[in-house]
């Protein structure tokens, strides 16, 4: 399987703060990488598809980036309600991994 | 409006089984694979697996090889989630995604409760 991993784990950040949120898969996956955001008692949420095509109806402050195994998603300038924990997904070989998640505090 | 709405809370005990259901409206079901994904109180995302509900063909994870079932039922626009052999380990959050593979439309999530 591969293995997807995120860092950092938690992270907090000040409003209209630039944050990043990394993810590295265990083996190259293209482009096939996606990007979602959970609530607290909500279902996630997707932002980002194919490593870095926008979502419809998602803010354009989220962006993605990457190719290969090393993935970024970022805010360019952080919102109160950003507060989610942030999950990667690759998809380019079943099981379709997800990363632990990255939960983004807004101070 | 597309969605996917998922059925009620459950509670089982150890041992039993748990078949959930997924009905896809606003859009046909035929068109985009249904995929679980589950979340442990506290826990994060893992991805159960996925039914094409055109031809009705699966891809499950290996760790719930043998003990678990997806089918569907396209005159009612509903994909269904059968678990058996449940242990304390499965109460969790079930969640159906509509995607080609990647997850586009998600379900409230149905929880599961396995306890004696």
């Known amino acids: 399987d591969i293995q997807m991993t995120q860092s950092p784990s938690t992270l907090s950040a000040s409003v209209g703060d630039r944050v990043t949120i990394t993810c590295r898969a265990s083996?190259?996956?293209?482009?096939?990488l996606a990007w979602y955001q959970q609530k607290p008692g909500n279902a996630p949420n997707l932002l980002i598809y194919?490593?870095?095509s926008l979502e419809s109806g998602v803010p354009l402050r989220f962006s993605g980036s990457g190719s290969g195994t090393e993935f970024t998603l970022t805010i360019s300038s952080l919102q109160p309600n950003d507060s989610a924990t942030y999950y990667c997904?690759?998809?380019?070989?079943?099981?379709?991994?997800f990363g632990q998640g990255t939960k983004l505090e807004t101070k | 409006q597309v969605q996917v709405v998922q059925s009620g809370p459950e509670v089982k005990r150890p041992g039993a089984s748990v078949k959930l259901s997924c009905k896809a409206a606003?859009?046909?079901?035929?068109?985009?694979?249904m995929h679980w994904v589950r979340q442990a109180p506290g826990q994060g995302l893992e991805w159960m697996g996925l039914?094409?509900?055109?031809?009705?063909?699966?891809s499950y994870a290996q760790e719930f090889q043998g003990r678990l079932t997806m089918t569907r039922d396209t005159s009612t626009s509903t994909v269904y989630m059968e678990l058996s052999s449940l242990t304390s380990d499965d109460t969790a959050i079930y969640y159906c995604?509509?995607?080609?593979?990647?997850?586009?439309?998600w379900g409230k999530g149905t929880t599961v409760t396995v306890s004696s």
């Open positions: 995604a509509r995607g080609g593979d990647f997850m586009d439309v």
């Open positions: 083996q190259p996956i293209s482009s096939w």
């Open positions: 606003g859009y046909n079901l035929i068109n985009y694979n």
């Open positions: 997904q690759q998809y380019n070989k079943s099981p379709f991994t």
């Open positions: 039914i094409n509900p055109s031809g009705g063909s699966t």
């Open positions: 194919k490593a870095s």
